[in-house]
């Protein structure tokens, strides 16, 4: 069973900076995908960005230019480097990893805060 644990988030001001991490028991490449979701009081959770295998990123609009997704395979840990924060990143951070083999089984973490305020 493949657990993921959220690390980084946190209180920031508006314009500051973030780093998230989430750290895999298992072989990330082993992932067609991981992604990071986040879910806001009174929201749906939304695909914020993802990183393929093959290291192919993709960002909602909402955060292209200021945030960016990564993986470090040999650490089995992917991040999100979150810069210039506005109050509306605020929510609850999920990390999502996808297996496909004979079935298709999504992972997640137990999630990090992050809360952009002044």
């Known amino acids: 069973q493949v657990q993921l644990v959220e690390s980084g988030g946190g209180l920031v001001q508006p314009g500051g900076s973030l780093t998230l991490s989430c750290a895999a028991s298992?072989?990330?490449?082993?992932?067609?995908?991981m992604n990071w979701y986040r879910q806001a009081p009174g929201k749906q959770r939304e695909l914020v960005a993802g990183i393929t295998r093959y290291g192919t990123p993709n960002y909602a609009d909402s955060v292209k230019g200021r945030f960016t997704i990564s993986k470090d395979n040999a650490k089995n840990t992917a991040y999100l480097q979150m810069n210039s924060l506005k109050p509306e990143d605020t929510a609850v951070y999920y990390c999502?990893?996808?297996?496909?083999?004979?079935?298709?089984?999504?992972?997640w973490g137990q999630g990090t805060q992050v809360t952009v305020s002044s």
């Open positions: 999502n990893a996808r297996q496909i083999g004979v079935n298709t089984i999504d992972y």
């Open positions: 298992g072989n990330i490449f082993s992932f067609v995908v």
